[in-house]
């Protein structure tokens, strides 16, 4: 499931295109369902029908917080899967979203064993730490986007005990990595940042409870990082 799947093609560096999501995913094989809220977007990723039409489950055109419970309804939930939840700042994705995903669960009869979905998810660091620095203002409104990304202002305690920006990041990822404890057994995650100025862009994390995950996970995170 790509929560915030962008275009099928992506324009990079001049004339270059490379694969965006939808495509990579759809290269693998597996079986999909796509959301954006851009219209054209949602066009276009549909045009791939035509190439993979046993494999695209649906294509939504909404707001993924608002339409989160149709989105949900297209995965069973005694299916493997992985939630890709890739929004460009906070504004685009609240907890209240991931609880739900979170809580699309299955219980099998026998071993009480509990199947969530796995998740990868960009946590937008950058813009998350700009809305940080309204803690102070009067600009309150992009206080609350963080609340609602984070679930709660815990946020903020964990920010103003940071004492340089690399502390303060650090703290605020910790914060939101915590909120998934209780569900996940393991987590992974790369820092990404900005190819000249090494500003600190976003991580990526994985979530899940796969016990041979710990084996899998190292070499393919060095990969990335490589």
Partial sequence: M??????PR???EGNKYIDGSPLIALKKKVKCVFNDISESVVENVKCLNNKYPQQIIEVFNSDANENIEAILEKVPS???????????NPSQLTSETI???IAHKYIYKKTKEIR??????????YSITKNCGYIDKQKQSQCEINNKFF?????????????????RRKN???TFIESFKPYYEHSY???VESLNSKTPLYYIVFFSNFSRIDEILPNLVGSIER
Avoid: T
């Fill in 78 to 88: 005694y299916f493997h899967s992985l939630f890709y939840l890739d929004p460009d």
């Fill in 116 to 125: 969530r979905p796995e998740i990868l998810i960009n946590f937008p660091i």
């Fill in 189 to 191: 995650s790369v820092l």
């Fill in 151 to 167: 679930g709660n202002n815990n946020w903020m305690n964990a920010y103003k005990k940071g004492k340089n920006p690399e502390e």
């Fill in 172 to 174: 605020l990822f910790l």
């Fill in 2 to 7: 790509d929560l915030f799947c962008g275009e």
């Fill in 10 to 12: 992506i324009q990079f």
């Fill in 99 to 101: 609880k739900k995903i």
